[in-house]
């Protein structure tokens, strides 16, 4: 089946540093990608939508500047995380759809454990 | 998007069956139900979704009431494995992105063995 995969599993960082976090679909081509974000004992918020070739689009509430996607290929989407402070500690997963007949499943990375400190 | 409520969590006893509900009672024609799982610290992985009709697949079975506002998730017999928070998501393909989820609180299941 369809894989996503992300990198790294988990990362830890100093207050003001920068994070880049992978996501690449292995065996199939996504034009759409999606970010996701969950805190503790929550469920997963959708961040954006990282579009191939162009700007990603934002949900409200979510800074584009702080959490710059890139989507350069049709298999990798990179999120980084600008001068991350401790309450961007969080676990970061991507997703991506294979469009086509009959396939209707998301495929979701293994995410991605972010610790500021 | 259509709304679901499921319960907070569950417990089930290994090599049991387990089943676990959703309601969606404003779910529209053309919503999916869709059944994901989230094992500790890991993705989401997909288990299993239907339209109308019951559905089986080697993971689980769905069973999709009549007036669709309601379904349930059957495992049908439950595995130390199996323990994971489980989403029931309501879906439009056609004005929805394939990968684009909306995920409500889910249900914690817990099995004993």
């Known amino acids: 089946g369809a894989v996503v995969s992300q990198h790294p599993s988990w990362v830890i960082c100093k207050s003001g540093t920068s994070v880049k976090i992978e996501c690449r679909s292995l065996?199939?081509?996504?034009?759409?990608m999606f970010w996701y974000r969950q805190f503790p004992k929550q469920s997963l918020m959708l961040m954006a939508t990282?579009?191939?070739?162009?700007?990603?689009?934002?949900e409200q509430g979510v800074e584009k500047d702080k959490f710059l996607i890139n989507h350069a290929s049709l298999t990798l989407s990179t999120l980084t995380v600008t001068s991350a402070h401790p309450e961007d500690s969080s676990f970061y997963i991507c997703?991506?759809?294979?469009?086509?007949?009959?396939?209707?499943?998301?495929?979701f990375g293994q995410g991605t454990r972010l610790t500021v400190v | 998007d259509a709304k679901t409520t499921q319960p907070n969590s569950m417990e089930s006893n290994e090599e049991e069956p387990v089943h676990l509900p959703c309601n969606h009672s404003?779910?529209?024609?053309?919503?999916?139900i869709h059944w994901y799982r989230q094992l500790p610290s890991q993705g989401p992985e997909y288990v299993i979704h239907?339209?109308?009709s019951n559905v089986n697949n080697r993971m689980a079975s769905l069973a999709i009431a009549e007036d669709r506002k309601s379904s349930t998730l059957i495992l049908h017999r439950a595995t130390l494995r199996d323990a994971a928070v489980y989403y029931c998501?309501?879906?439009?393909?056609?004005?929805?992105?394939?990968?684009?989820?909306?995920f409500g609180q889910g249900t914690i299941l817990t099995v004993h063995p």
């Open positions: 997703s991506a759809g294979r469009t086509g007949s009959g396939n209707t499943e998301a495929f």
């Open positions: 065996d199939f081509q996504a034009t759409t």
């Open positions: 990282s579009n191939e070739g162009s700007k990603a689009t934002y």
């Open positions: 404003t779910i529209s024609g053309t919503d999916y």
């Open positions: 239907g339209l109308t």
């Open positions: 998501i309501l879906r439009d393909p056609p004005r929805t992105s394939y990968g684009k989820l909306t």
